[in-house]
């Protein structure tokens, strides 16, 4: 916090951490902003591009009084803005905010991707306990009133703690398949799923190399293909035991795990999370967007 700059915060902190807040912006001469909730905001109706139903509302709250208390100090409300009020008041949204949280777009957050007639993707980021909770909860809200076969696929990256962030998916009990496989899309590299990459377009091919290359984390570039399928297999191990009734396979990669539900003559829901890396790979290959010519 910084004297007489504006701090912005959401509405739902427990009340220690609200009264640390103002404490600090107190001692510091710093005006702190808690912003309500997103239906508290008056206007045109709030329809987000990226829903979850929870998270997602309480950031797009607070990115839109960020964006409103910045118009605020850059351009002293010299542009066209409805937001004057401070401290956290509800406000009238204007059609263009309102438009800019139904058109936001976020690939690997809160993402549904359908796959053929069986398989439907849930793709979410999330690798820490928290956001791994609030992603959980939206796959089960998302896939209650469906009957299907829940698929896991899941994958950690660093020092974090796989059985802490794969045990609430284990006790959950909504899983009988766990898939695992190393970060990498395809192998041997220049094969896409079920076609030549070779043969793609120029802006295609410069796509999915973008992908691959950006699905794959640190750790795996400087090891060798063994040591990187030790941890999967070690992934898959660590969930049978989690779950001695769960099924878990391992893969060579995120190309080989696709080939196989694509075979699938049921429908499955796929919930694909735990690793930045692990969704950027699944896009590179199933994301009609990213993949288009």
Not at 172 to 193: E, M, N, R, W, Y
Not at 203 to 222: A, E, G, H, P, V
């Amino acid at each position: 916090m910084k004297p007489s700059i504006p701090c912005v915060t959401i509405y739902n902190h427990s009340e220690r951490i609200l009264e640390i807040l103002r404490e600090e912006a107190e001692k510091t001469d710093c005006p702190l902003e808690i912003c309500p909730s997103l239906d508290e905001y008056s206007g045109v109706p709030l329809l987000l591009g990226v829903e979850d139903g929870n998270v997602s509302r309480l950031n797009a709250s607070l990115a839109v009084h960020l964006a409103n208390t910045f118009i605020r100090k850059k351009f002293n409300e010299t542009i066209d803005c409805t937001m004057t009020q401070s401290d956290g008041i509800p406000f009238e949204l204007p059609l263009w905010q309102a438009q800019g949280l139904a058109n936001c777009k976020w690939h690997g957050r809160f993402q549904i991707l359908k796959r053929g007639a069986s398989v439907v993707y849930f793709l979410d980021g999330a690798h820490t306990m928290e956001s791994l909770r609030a992603a959980g909860s939206w796959f089960k809200r998302q896939t209650a009133h469906v009957e299907s076969n829940k698929v896991l696929i899941f994958s950690v990256t660093g020092d974090r703690d796989a059985a802490e962030l794969l045990a609430p998916f284990a006790k959950s009990g909504d899983f009988a398949l766990a898939l695992f496989c190393p970060l990498i899309a395809t192998t041997p590299v220049g094969q896409g799923v079920k076609g030549n990459f070779s043969k793609a377009p120029f802006i295609k091919r410069l796509k999915m190399t973008m992908w691959k290359f950006l699905s794959l984390d640190n750790w795996s570039i400087q090891r060798d293909q063994e040591e990187i399928m030790r941890r999967s297999k070690e992934l898959a191990d660590l969930w049978t035991s989690l779950t001695p009734r769960g099924e878990a396979k391992v893969f060579r990669s995120v190309n080989h795990v696709v080939d196989y539900l694509d075979e699938a003559n049921e429908l499955n829901h796929v919930f694909v999370t735990g690793s930045l890396h692990l969704v950027g790979a699944f896009l590179s290959l199933i994301d009609p967007e990213l993949n288009s010519d």
